[in-house]
């Protein structure tokens, strides 16, 4: 067993005790215009064929995380397709599309992490019980790594929307009243709440 083989939040209930709640995660988020670098590379890359999970990550995701890096002065960093083996015999193990640490100075995963993304091709819907299992899997690893944090966050997109979710304690919100997209009215914001998110791990 596997994060991907989590596809019902049930699932997380009855092995993990974990809760859920439906919720808005922000109350405000403050818009973050986009830099004209951003906005170059993701024109460019609309013009190019999206139909793989594996095209929209490289193409459409990845300079969405690589401007956050740079807006926080490259004082968090992420990892790709990262092997992350937590708790195997429990399937907290596999690997993970995106994890947000604030750990820079390794080529290894760090704690501690705080934001899990997972990528899916066609309906974020799908991923909210795997992204909640690799939460669960980022809160074992810092409490092991004697590194805790507050909260965990986690988001699924299929890089066209997104949704945000955060692991308190053991209450996994879960926000599908507000989804943001790239569109030019809603990526400040998108960016916004990502940086929300980088906000709380930099106060």
Known sequence: MAYSDFTQVS?????????????????????????????????????????????KSELLIAPIFKELRRHNHFTISFYS???????????????????????????????????????????????????????????????RKQRPTEAIFGCVTTAYEWIFLKLDNNILEIDITKRYSLEEHSLPYLLGALQAIVQQFHS
């Open 11 to 55: 699932q997380l209930e009855d092995k993990f005790g974990i809760q859920q709640k439906l919720t808005r995660i922000f109350d405000i988020v403050a818009p973050l215009e986009p830099s004209d670098l951003l906005k170059n590379e993701l024109q460019e890359s609309f013009s190019l064929p999206l139909l793989t999970e594996k095209a």
């Open 81 to 143: 397709g990262y092997l992350f083996d937590v708790q195997p015999e429990n399937g907290l193990t596999g690997y993970c599309d995106y994890l947000f640490t604030t750990e820079t100075q390794s080529i290894d995963i760090k704690a501690p992490v705080f934001c899990i993304v997972e990528a899916k091709n066609r309906s974020v819907e799908e991923g909210i019980a795997q992204a909640g299992a690799s939460m669960i899997a980022a809160k074992i690893f810092n409490d």
